[in-house]
């Protein structure tokens, strides 16, 4: 159950639509009341009792399932819709996590099979009684290994405050979704049994689950944004191109942070068998619990203890992958065949993105030879030496040209000679390109008016200059995640990820925050009522913009640039994708 501590911390201002107030004792969720002065919502398996949020005039349903619990013969198989009945559910108290690894884990609570929960977040607005609020989706990062919405970072308590004070309220809601081997198993077991990339199910569920229910609490299933960062960005990314783009209404925006659809290799059906392939990591797993003998492996994964699969799961890393139903082709063939849902877009990266511990190659690149072979690791490999050699070519040894960026001729070289050359190829490829090239699909092929594309740029350091579990080390700079507690506008001193002391900062998260909330209710950025700032344009061919976002301590604060920084190099990528299986 969550403290009164953890109720302190994360309330907010806002606007609560006609949610019945329940009367009567306090009685178990196994009763037919909800405890007295609770807010409740009927939604169409019965009546949600949640917990009133006094500091944030808000309400909060907390751990509301929408799929059934993916444990005996469940496990590791798509979710299946919550279809039972409750009179009055208890949705007090956050809900376990699911399973995962890779040090995200830590500060999110309990670990449990039993995840496939959701939160929602209602501001108060009895000065609009009956209206339908618009509705923000968050779904986590954590390198599709890690994450769960019970972490205090992503506490959606801030930003609905903030809508409600701006006079824009939204409903905030965030989804559990199965990570690691639990929701992104593959090999041609997994292919056969029609189970691969569970956790992308389960996301499309929960969005299933809030088209319908969603008017319960006051939202509107007809203005939903899906919302996300790192892992949970390419995951949004992914429900844009899923089933050939067939999103049937279940959102009407997308906002896409430091990832797209765009990037990183996508294995198949073909790929899992080769060397380094997800089959043998599959094999690995069966052997280690047992299973390897048995005469369907799978099935037997289904029966192990919780702790011994646990612990095989934990020195693999799965990511989804081509299955035929939900990805049917790689992103950039969806891409070339206009096989995307059309929605409204607002995406971005960050400066230095290549910083980042897991996407720069730290204290490996010495030579020209060591490039030579990071690039041809790249994907899984799979360039010609002819395309290793444009590369390096565009990405010369000249320290001034690469990432961390605008730090001259420093080399950083305790991480590496040619360290900065290797992280301006890794944030180019994972982020900077992918987004670019998305940004300029949306841009030609949607009506602008109904459908607008707006583009960013983060260009702030952490306040202390590290980025707990990103970049702890050396350069930093405006590494990949630094721009996420800002949109969250969460002031909270105690995380690890901490706006800063300085209030330019803190007027930098308000404007994001702020702008993210205008384009949630408008599909427009702009209505943020903060003075001063650029008006940020829609993106466009002929004139593509980007607002870039610093502080007013950062050589001037926001500003807009045309968007043509490393234009050679990043249309070398958007040429290539289907040669890196992207």
């Given at each position: 159950?969550?403290?009164?501590?953890?109720?302190a911390?994360?309330?907010a201002v806002g606007?609560?639509?006609g949610?019945?107030?329940?009367g009567?004792?306090s009685?178990?969720?196994s009763k037919?009341?909800c405890?007295?002065?609770?807010p409740v919502?009927?939604?169409?398996?019965?009546?949600?009792?949640?917990?009133r949020l006094?500091t944030f005039?808000?309400?909060?349903?907390?751990?509301?399932p929408f799929a059934?619990?993916?444990?005996?013969?469940?496990?590791?198989?798509h979710?299946?819709?919550f279809n039972?009945?409750?009179?009055?559910y208890?949705?007090?108290?956050?809900?376990?996590s699911?399973?995962?690894?890779a040090?995200?884990?830590?500060?999110?609570?309990?670990l449990?099979?039993?995840?496939?929960?959701l939160?929602?977040i209602?501001?108060?607005?009895?000065?609009?009684?009956?209206?339908?609020?618009p509705?923000?989706v968050?779904?986590?990062?954590?390198?599709f290994?890690?994450?769960?919405i019970?972490?205090p970072?992503?506490n959606m308590?801030?930003?609905v405050q903030?809508?409600?004070?701006?006079?824009q309220p939204?409903?905030?809601?965030s989804?559990?979704?199965r990570?690691?081997?639990?929701?992104?198993?593959a090999?041609?077991?997994?292919l056969?049994?029609?189970s691969?990339?569970?956790?992308l199910?389960?996301?499309?569920l929960a969005?299933?689950?809030?088209?319908?229910?969603?008017?319960?609490?006051?939202?509107?299933?007809?203005?939903?944004?899906?919302?996300?960062?790192?892992?949970g960005?390419?995951s949004?990314?992914y429900?844009?191109?899923?089933?050939?783009?067939?999103h049937?209404?279940?959102?009407?925006?997308a906002i896409?942070?430091s990832?797209?659809?765009?990037?990183?290799?996508?294995?198949?059906?073909?790929?899992?068998?080769?060397d380094?392939?997800?089959?043998a990591?599959y094999?690995?797993?069966?052997?280690v619990v047992?299973?390897?003998?048995?005469k369907d492996?799978?099935e037997?994964l289904?029966?192990?203890?919780?702790?011994?699969?646990?612990a095989?799961?934990?020195?693999?890393?799965?990511?989804p992958?081509l299955?035929?139903?939900?990805?049917?082709?790689s992103p950039?063939?969806?891409l070339?065949?206009g096989?995307?849902?059309e929605?409204?877009?607002?995406?971005?990266a960050?400066?230095?993105?290549?910083?980042?511990?897991?996407?720069?190659?730290?204290?490996t690149?010495?030579?020209?030879d060591?490039?030579?072979?990071f690039?041809?690791?790249?994907?899984?490999?799979?360039l010609?030496?002819?395309e290793?050699?444009?590369?390096l070519?565009l990405?010369?040894?000249?320290?001034s040209?690469g990432?961390p960026?605008?730090t001259?001729?420093?080399?950083?070289a305790?991480?590496?000679?040619m360290?900065?050359?290797?992280?301006?190829?890794a944030g180019?490829?994972?982020?900077?390109?992918?987004?670019?090239?998305?940004a300029?699909?949306?841009?030609?092929s949607?009506g602008?008016k109904?459908?607008?594309?707006?583009?960013?740029?983060f260009?702030?350091?952490p306040w202390?200059?590290t980025?707990?579990?990103?970049?702890?080390?050396p350069?930093?700079y405006?590494t990949?995640?630094?721009?996420?507690?800002?949109?969250?506008h969460?002031?909270?001193?105690?995380?690890?990820?901490?706006?800063g002391?300085?209030?330019?900062?803190h007027q930098?998260?308000k404007?994001m925050?702020?702008?993210?909330?205008?384009?949630v209710?408008n599909l427009?950025p702009?209505h943020?009522?903060?003075s001063g700032?650029?008006?940020?344009p829609?993106?466009?061919?002929?004139?593509?913009i980007?607002?870039?976002y610093?502080?007013?301590?950062?050589?001037g604060?926001?500003?807009?640039?045309?968007?043509?920084?490393?234009?050679v190099?990043?249309d070398?990528?958007n040429e290539h994708?289907l040669?890196l299986r992207?």
């Amino acid at each position: 159950m969550p403290t009164s501590k953890y109720f302190a911390a994360i309330a907010a201002v806002g606007c609560f639509l006609g949610v019945a107030v329940a009367g009567g004792p306090s009685v178990e969720p196994s009763k037919s009341t909800c405890q007295e002065g609770s807010p409740v919502a009927k939604t169409k398996n019965g009546t949600v009792c949640g917990t009133r949020l006094p500091t944030f005039s808000q309400d909060a349903f907390l751990g509301v399932p929408f799929a059934e619990p993916p444990i005996g013969d469940l496990r590791l198989r798509h979710p299946k819709s919550f279809n039972a009945a409750y009179t009055a559910y208890d949705a007090t108290s956050q809900p376990p996590s699911c399973p995962g690894y890779a040090g995200f884990d830590v500060g999110i609570g309990p670990l449990n099979e039993d995840c496939l929960y959701l939160n929602v977040i209602v501001p108060d607005c009895n000065d609009a009684p009956g209206k339908k609020l618009p509705v923000l989706v968050w779904i986590y990062g954590g390198g599709f290994d890690a994450g769960g919405i019970a972490d205090p970072r992503f506490n959606m308590s801030y930003i609905v405050q903030e809508s409600a004070a701006m006079g824009q309220p939204i409903l905030g809601v965030s989804i559990n979704y199965r990570v690691g081997g639990w929701g992104f198993l593959a090999s041609k077991e997994v292919l056969e049994d029609g189970s691969a990339n569970i956790g992308l199910f389960d996301q499309r569920l929960a969005l299933r689950w809030l088209s319908e229910n969603i008017e319960a609490f006051g939202g509107d299933p007809d203005q939903i944004t899906i919302w996300g960062e790192s892992a949970g960005a390419f995951s949004v990314g992914y429900h844009l191109i899923g089933f050939d783009g067939q999103h049937d209404n279940l959102f009407r925006a997308a906002i896409m942070e430091s990832g797209t659809m765009l990037g990183p290799a996508i294995q198949d059906a073909k790929t899992l068998a080769l060397d380094g392939g997800y089959q043998a990591m599959y094999d690995n797993v069966t052997k280690v619990v047992g299973c390897d003998t048995a005469k369907d492996t799978l099935e037997c994964l289904r029966t192990v203890p919780y702790a011994s699969l646990f612990a095989a799961f934990e020195p693999q890393v799965y990511t989804p992958i081509l299955d035929g139903t939900f990805l049917t082709r790689s992103p950039s063939e969806s891409l070339a065949m206009g096989k995307v849902a059309e929605v409204a877009v607002l995406l971005g990266a960050n400066t230095d993105e290549g910083t980042a511990s897991f996407w720069g190659p730290r204290g490996t690149l010495q030579a020209n030879d060591d490039v030579a072979a990071f690039i041809q690791s790249l994907n899984g490999g799979g360039l010609t030496q002819s395309e290793v050699d444009q590369l390096l070519l565009l990405y010369p040894d000249i320290p001034s040209l690469g990432c961390p960026y605008g730090t001259g001729n420093d080399r950083f070289a305790d991480q590496g000679w040619m360290y900065k050359r290797g992280a301006s190829i890794a944030g180019d490829i994972f982020i900077h390109a992918g987004r670019r090239g998305t940004a300029k699909y949306f841009a030609q092929s949607q009506g602008q008016k109904n459908n607008p594309v707006y583009s960013y740029r983060f260009d702030q350091s952490p306040w202390n200059g590290t980025e707990e579990l990103i970049a702890t080390v050396p350069p930093v700079y405006s590494t990949h995640f630094t721009e996420l507690i800002f949109v969250f506008h969460n002031p909270s001193q105690d995380l690890s990820n901490y706006i800063g002391p300085y209030s330019s900062y803190h007027q930098l998260s308000k404007l994001m925050c702020r702008s993210w909330i205008s384009f949630v209710g408008n599909l427009d950025p702009n209505h943020h009522h903060i003075s001063g700032v650029p008006f940020w344009p829609v993106y466009n061919l002929e004139s593509p913009i980007n607002i870039v976002y610093r502080t007013t301590d950062n050589n001037g604060g926001t500003f807009l640039e045309k968007d043509i920084y490393r234009g050679v190099q990043l249309d070398w990528w958007n040429e290539h994708w289907l040669t890196l299986r992207s």
